[in-house]
């Protein structure tokens, strides 16, 4: 029942921005911290930044001063805003819920970014 879907994917060139968007149901998405993980080919997944329930932000180095996170708990939406994009950006971009207080999680299903020119 639980359902984490992205969206806003695609090909952008350097320096382009993208916003993506993970659309929550099935779970009280209040309760959930929610993060963005990308994970390039060849690569570990790895964090890009995480939004807490209270609204604390988290971003990885790479990211920081370029992307932004936010949700919207009324839609049961989290974003992630890409700006200044570099190729190295390149990845599957993952979302992920964490139950507050609790060793659950989900993820989604994935979404594409490729930033070339």
């Known amino acids: 029942q639980v ?4 969206s806003g994917g695609g090909m952008v060139q350097p320096g382009g921005s993208l916003r993506l968007s993970c659309a929550a149901s099935g779970i ?5 911290a ?5 994970q390039a080919p060849g690569k570990e997944r790895e ?5 807490g329930g209270s609204g604390h ?7 920081k001063g370029r992307f932004t996170i936010s949700r919207d708990n009324a839609k049961n939406t989290v974003y992630l805003q890409m ?3 570099k190729p190295e ?5 993952y979302c992920r819920a ?7 999680y989900h993820w989604g299903q994935g979404t594409q970014v490729t930033v070339s020119s």
């Not at 929610?34 to 990308?38: D, L, S, V």
């Not at 932000?57 to 990211?63: E, G, K, L, R």
Request: proline share 2%.
């Open 3 to 6: 359902q984490l879907v992205e």
């Open 28 to 32: 009280p998405f209040g309760s959930y």
């Open 34 to 38: 929610m993060g963005w993980y990308r």
């Open 47 to 51: 964090l890009v930044a995480r939004i």
């Open 57 to 63: 932000t988290n971003y990885a180095d790479s990211v």
């Open 83 to 85: 700006n200044s994009l």
């Open 89 to 93: 950006d390149t990845a599957v971009y």
């Open 98 to 104: 964490d139950l507050i207080y609790s060793t659950t």
